[in-house]
């Protein structure tokens, strides 16, 4: 198999400690890790024509098209990796906006080369794959040309080629063509892990070349962007063009921290020959053209590959620490989605097991509502205390009593006897003064005579009346039923929509919860109607209460009349000696000729008033205990327990379990998204437990993973038999330096020069047939080894 690459233009991207860490990025990147967290990588960005794929081509010697007539319609990411082998794979990423099906065909799309020749058609298939080549189809795609060039004396880098900017629409280039070349740069420049080569050409002026505005937008203090001149050749000596690009060099015009590069650029056509020629031809136009005032290290194809090396080092370097940041907590809440989603429900089985966990968790915590205990965090999570059920219902109960006290009394009977005072009150239609009252009841004992002497009480008619005083209990009861059954059902949601997902939740509850407490309302209701029944009927109590009540308010209306008696007499103004007093009370005690038919009103309003006070306290009793705690606070934990769960029909079990296929489908990303940050992590903690102490210093990671269920360094350093720990005596190391080393095996060729590091960070075995890297950080020759 032929190289497809020269080693020596790598070289100055391989010392052993920036392997060592381009290790650690390849392998996250390995394991599928930049499709949930930005990698350090290199982006080439400028406008269309600007030489972007010649300079890729010569910073990783990897051929792409240079035609005059041809752009780059899609990104392109070189992906370079260290294997035994020698081989170039490349394959298509499908864009996000992509339907299933298209992503299906275009995952399927995989070429393995031999050599770079073929590179050509390979475009060409990757375009008609894309779809590009169809007309009337669009001229740019999001898809991504994946190129992975594996070699043993290969670095691990990417770099990536954008599709240059297009400053206009034309007959070719639609307006939404231009804007989605420049969604789709914005969106690689914007990462903050990206390190942003800005290709300027030397054949437009530099000021209209939208590349710079970008990088400017996206990096205001150029921390992470390298200006490239490219085409310096194509400048008149002299000019003043060529003399503000000199300056654009020196970083006087367009200022960039990390400074300016110059390049020159093969010329179109170039063969396989010159292409190996054009570094020397490069240095022999910087020698003597004017731009050979910048400094050696500003200039020339060579001096960009040794730049980049340190800028991609430091890069990586700095945003490790902050990757494994990212990691831990893409974890955490990746596992949260899961944890929401619950197990997989495709099966019955696995359905109605669903609804059991789901409904003894469902049981815990309504039991703690209604009983008052709140230790469960999900008391705390929510602002409303809506959630604490018991509070929820005895505030609700004392409302409904103050209501009932207040209201519940059709009249509300006043001892003034003017009139007057009566209606000044803000509520005067609900008043009655106690003479009305009396009058009231006379005529109804006029129209309701019976058998009954003059004068003696129909005990009927207290019932009668006191029915007409007790009208409203009923609307204020079934107002205090309808409020605690609303309270209850807001509850029920809370508690599902904390258990289960928002489909699960409506499921359960329309199906299943709702016409459970429909029927505990219509059952409250039914409840109430029995105990308002009690009060409709003739007045009967065995409370000793009652008794007490007439013969209190007997007594208050003799004292109240004794005392108006008095003041009468007092009121004249003559005094009361001791021997007064007999005519006195006897004047206390007269009362005129008695009208019967009052003195029973009168009695018959004072036991309906004595009666009403006792069956009120009775009914504030009943209506919280009876109708409302028995009949729907009690029954909550019933509504949904294990028991019901495994009486429940099949049919509805599934209706209410089984999840759709979105959800079935967010469940698989959401396992296939934990299994690569997961190994992404993995991989940091072997990055620590056998890294330098430069890595050691630079990623500083917590004793446990983001939940109890993160794998162990034990676990993740036992995935292969073939690393073996060496000590330090052993192999003769500098004291800082743990590093695993590979044991010697018969198909691996042994190494003249030394190995660079990082193989360690091996693919899983069968995960790519052309990968076999070597397994443990090599730190010295094979020879040495072997010596020692």
């Known amino acids: 198999m032929v190289s497809v690459t020269d080693p020596a233009k790598l070289e100055h991207l391989q010392t052993r400690e920036q392997m060592k860490l381009l290790d650690v990025i390849d392998a996250l ?55 035994t082998d020698e081989f170039i794979s490349v394959s298509l990423v499908p864009g996000k906006t992509r339907s299933s099906q298209d992503r299906d065909i275009l995952s399927g799309f995989h070429h393995d080369l031999s050599s770079r020749e073929e590179f050509p058609e390979l475009f060409e298939k990757a375009k008609h794959a894309m779809g590009l080549d169809v007309l009337g189809s669009r001229a740019f795609s999001e898809d991504i040309l994946r190129v992975e060039v594996s070699g043993p004396t290969q670095p691990q880098l990417t770099v990536v080629d954008l599709p240059g900017l297009i400053h206009s629409e034309n007959r070719k280039q639609t307006a939404r063509d231009v804007s989605l070349v420049h969604k789709l740069v914005e969106s690689y420049m914007k990462s903050e892990r990206s390190i942003i080569l800005a290709v300027v ?64 650029n093969l010329d179109l056509g170039a063969g396989e020959g010159e292409t190996k020629d054009r570094d020397s031809e490069e240095s022999l136009f910087f020698e003597k053209s004017n731009f050979k005032s910048l400094p050696p290290s500003s200039v020339g194809i060579s001096s960009l590959r040794h730049r980049l090396s340190q800028v991609l080092f430091d890069q990586v370097r700095s945003e490790l620490p902050k990757l494994v940041e990212d990691i831990r907590s893409g974890i955490a809440t990746t596992r949260d989605g899961l944890d929401k989603l619950g197990p997989s429900r495709v099966t019955p089985e696995e359905q109605r097991a669903f609804l059991i966990r789901v409904s003894q968790e469902f049981q815990i915590l309504s039991k703690d509502a209604i009983n008052g205990q709140y230790s469960n965090p999900f008391f705390k999570d929510y602002v409303p205390a809506k959630t604490r059920l018991c509070a929820v219902i005895a505030n609700s109960h004392d409302r409904f009593g103050t209501s009932l006290r207040e209201s519940g009394a059709r009249w509300i009977i006043s001892e003034s006897k003017d009139r007057k005072s009566v ?61 605690v059954w609303k309270s209850t059902k807001f509850f029920l949601q809370q508690v599902l929509q904390h258990l289960t997902d928002a489909e699960v939740c409506a499921a359960l509850f329309y199906e299943l919860l709702e016409p459970i407490m429909n029927e505990k309302l219509d059952l409250a209701h039914s409840k109430l109607a029995e105990l308002i029944a009690v009060y409709k009927d003739h007045p009967t109590t065995l409370n000793h209460c009652f008794q007490e009540n007439v013969v209190a308010l007997q007594k208050a209306r003799r004292n109240s009349s004794n005392e108006e008696k008095l003041r009468g007499i007092l009121s004249q103004g003559s005094k009361v000696h001791e021997q007064d007093l007999p005519l006195l009370m006897s004047a206390m005690q007269f009362e005129e000729t008695p009208d019967m038919n009052r003195k029973a009103a009168e009695e018959i309003f004072d036991n309906m008033n004595a009666f009403y006070k006792t069956a009120m306290e009775v009914f504030l009793d009943n209506v919280p205990s009876l109708v409302i705690q028995e009949t729907i606070v009690n029954q909550v934990p019933r509504m949904l327990c294990p028991e019901s769960v495994f009486a429940m029909e099949s049919d509805l079990v599934k209706k209410i379990a089984s999840e759709s296929e979105a959800k079935r489908l967010q469940r698989e990303e959401l396992t296939r998204k934990l299994g690569t940050l997961e190994a992404g992590y993995g991989i940091c903690k072997q990055c620590v437990a056998r890294g330098s102490s430069g890595l050691k210093e630079q990623i500083i990671l917590r004793d446990k993973a983001p939940a109890e269920e993160l794998a162990s360094d034990e676990d993740i350093s036992s995935g292969s038999d073939e690393v073996v720990e060496v000590t330090q005596s052993e192999t003769e190391e500098p004291s800082d330096t743990h590093m695993p080393v590979a044991s010697p095996r018969e198909d691996v060729p042994k190494q003249e020069a030394e190995p660079t590091a990082g193989s360690w960070l091996s693919r899983s075995k069968g995960k790519d047939k052309h990968m076999k890297a070597e397994v443990g950080l090599v730190e010295s020759s094979t020879e040495e080894l072997t010596d020692d």
């Open 29 to 83: 990147r390995a394991e599928g890790l930049s499709e949930y967290t930005a990698l350090p990588q290199l982006i080439v960005c400028g406008d269309q024509s600007s030489g972007k794929s010649s300079v890729l081509e010569a910073i990783c010697g990897v051929p792409f098209p240079r035609k005059d007539t041809f752009c780059t319609r899609f990104a392109t990411e070189v992906i370079l990796r260290r294997a």
């Open 201 to 264: 050409s030397a054949m437009n002026e530099f000021a209209n070349q939208i590349v710079l505005k970008k990088a400017r937008d996206v990096d205001p203090e150029g921390e992470r962007t390298i200006g490239i001149i490219t085409k310096p050749d194509t400048l008149r000596i002299g000019t003043t063009l060529e003399r503000e690009f000199i300056a654009l060099a020196r970083n006087e015009d367009v200022k960039f921290e990390r400074g300016w590069h110059v390049v020159k």
């Open 423 to 483: 209606r000044g009150s803000s509520s005067s239609s609900k008043y009655r003064t106690r003479e009305e009252a009396i009058n009231k009841i006379q005529k109804l004992l006029r129209i309701s005579r019976g058998r009954e002497l003059p004068g003696l009480v129909n005990p009927l008619l207290v019932g009668e009346v006191f029915r007409e005083y007790s009208e409203p209990w009923e609307g204020i009861a079934r107002s205090h039923i309808r409020s």
